[in-house]
C-alpha cells in the first residue's frame, strides 16, 4: 500500500498500529496489500477501535491468494469475530481500487480484482 494511505490509517488509529513504527514486528515495512483495500482495512481498524482493547496490536497485514491476512497480538473472540468479517469482505473488493472485485485465477495466481483492475494485471503478467 502506498505510503501515504498507510500513514493516514496509523495516525487515526495508533495504539491498534503501534508496531507500523517497531521494528520488530512485521508492520514496521508497511502494509501488504494494494490501495484498493484502504476502505475495508479503515473500516476494520474502526471496529477493532471500538472494541476499547488497549491491549491489541496488528503484528502484520497483507494480501495471500486473494484474501485479507491479518496477525494480531492479544486476539479474542470478539476481535476474531470482527477480523474474520473483514477477510471474507476482502474476496469481494478489488484490490487495486477498491470497486466490486472476485477472486480471479490466472498462472498460478490469485487476486481479488475487478473486471477493469483484471486487465492491467493480465498484461503485467503477460509482458
Ligand atoms: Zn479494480
Known amino acids: 500500500m502506498d505510503m501515504d494511505y498507510e500513514r493516514k490509517l496509523v495516525l487515526k488509529y495508533p495504539e491498534l498500529c503501534k ?3 517497531n521494528k520488530n514486528f512485521e508492520l514496521y515495512y ?8 484502504f476502505m475495508l482495512l ?3 481498524l474502526l471496529e ?10 496488528i503484528l502484520s497485514i497483507k494480501e495471500k491468494g486473494g484474501k485479507l491476512v491479518i496477525n494480531i497480538n492479544n ?3 470478539i476481535v476474531k ?3 474474520n468479517k473483514y477477510i471474507l469482505k476482502s474476496i469481494t ?9 472476485n477472486i480471479r485465477k490466472i498462472r498460478g495466481y490469485q487476486k481479488t ?15
Open 19 to 21: 508496531g507500523y513504527n
Open 30 to 37: 508497511g502494509f501488504e496489500c494494494s490501495n484498493g483495500w
Open 42 to 44: 479503515n473500516d476494520m
Open 48 to 57: 477493532l477501535n471500538n472494541t476499547n482493547n488497549k491491549n491489541i496490536e
Open 75 to 77: 486476539e479474542n473472540e
Open 81 to 83: 469475530d470482527i477480523i
Open 93 to 101: 473488493v478489488c484490490e487495486y481500487c477498491g470497486k466490486n472485485g
Open 113 to 127: 480484482l475487478c473486471s477493469n483492475c483484471m486487465k492491467i494485471f493480465e498484461r503485467k503478467i503477460f509482458n
